[in-house]
């Protein structure tokens, strides 16, 4: 049949011209059911897609507006807020990580520290690092510590607690230090962060400093946890 056969069966026939115009069952009819049954998976997954990343977002900008809950973190009114205990804490204006003072901590026992004591809420998030710097001429590792409490003001029974790494070479300059997020646990409503210094020989003295220390709690919004303890 030639060119010609066609035409009069097309005559008249504007069905080609805009497919947009086909009523939905004509496109039914003309697309394979496993298109419009993988059209709506490929939804479904763009879907949880944007859904994760909205919350990711969501937990690092909350993260990044939380305030810091230590008072006096990086020392400027000296050792205001700040306990101490194994040793003997002042504050001294070099070296320094930040600002024009930072705290000395001449450690005398097995493991000395410095802490502050606050307040969390079960579940939440929280980070605790800071920056520290040795200069002794004996052995001693200085690290950050976490410990919970079931109490309100870190009296009573250690629940648990979270480490961070620790150092105990003489570097040249302040090293930064953090014991990671972690949830706090379900029953405790108090926490005190450390900052630690262990003597490798008791009877020996070992000079730690440490600046610009940061406690921070978040309230996760949409993941319950955020960190295996």
Known sequence: MGRSGFQPALAGCRCFEDLTNFPEPL???YLPRKFFTKLKNSRIIIFIILITILSISTNSLHA???????????FEDGTNGWQWYGGILTYIDNPVHGGSRAAVLIASEAEAYISQTV??????CCTFSGWA????????NISLRI???????????????????SFADNPIDYRFLTTG??????????AKVKGIVRLANPGQFVTAYFD??????????S???CAPN
């Open 27 to 29: 496109i039914y009819e």
């Open 64 to 74: 990044a507006d939380a305030p810091n809950l230590l008072q006096n973190p990086g």
């Open 119 to 124: 307040h969390v809420s079960p579940g939440s």
């Open 133 to 140: 710097f040795k200069n002794s001429i004996y052995e001693g």
């Open 147 to 165: 410990s919970w409490y079931e109490s309100e003001d870190g009296t009573g029974s250690e629940i648990k607690r979270n480490e961070s790494d």
């Open 181 to 190: 997020t972690h949830t706090t646990p379900a029953n405790a409503h108090s």
């Open 212 to 221: 610009d220390m940061s406690f921070i709690e978040t309230i996760p919004i």
């Open 223 to 225: 993941n319950p946890t």
